[in-house]
């Protein structure tokens, strides 16, 4: 099981402007772990934002397709959220998760929340108009 999550690169910016989170992880690699994007509003359920499997096959959600794009840093085990053309609904905490996973887990489409087992503290991002 991975063992902590540790999101950071949250930050405010002006809709149409770009942030990169990122998203290390402990206890486990990359090459055995299913990643996910996820955030919530105040008032609003959490969301599914993207995932990434151990053969980084990823998916995303309909909102942010085309504007969001991950990549990874095998070597630390960071995960990294490339966020631009960013719009003030975009406004959230966000959180990475993970589980433990050889299977490919973004095949068929986002994983709820109550997949993953080990969850970051969250960064915010904040986008005015």
């Known amino acids: 099981q991975v063992q902590l999550v540790m999101e950071s690169g949250g930050g405010s910016v002006q ?16 090459g055995n772990t299913c990643m996910g994007w996820f955030r919530q509003a105040p008032g609003k359920e959490r969301e599914a934002v993207a995932v990434i499997d151990r053969y980084s096959h990823s998916r995303f959600a309909d909102s942010v397709k085309g504007r969001f794009t ?54 915010q991002v904040t986008v005015s108009s």
Request: proline letters at 3%.
């Open 15 to 30: 809709a149409g402007g770009s942030l990169r989170l990122s998203c290390v992880i402990s206890g486990d690699t990359f």
């Open 70 to 123: 991950m990549s990874k840093d095998n070597a630390k085990d960071t995960l990294f959220l490339q966020m631009n053309s960013l719009k003030p609904e975009d406004t959230a905490k966000y959180y990475c998760a993970a589980k433990r996973d050889y299977t490919s887990c973004a095949s068929l489409s986002l994983p709820a929340a109550s997949y993953y087992d080990t969850w970051g503290q969250g960064t």
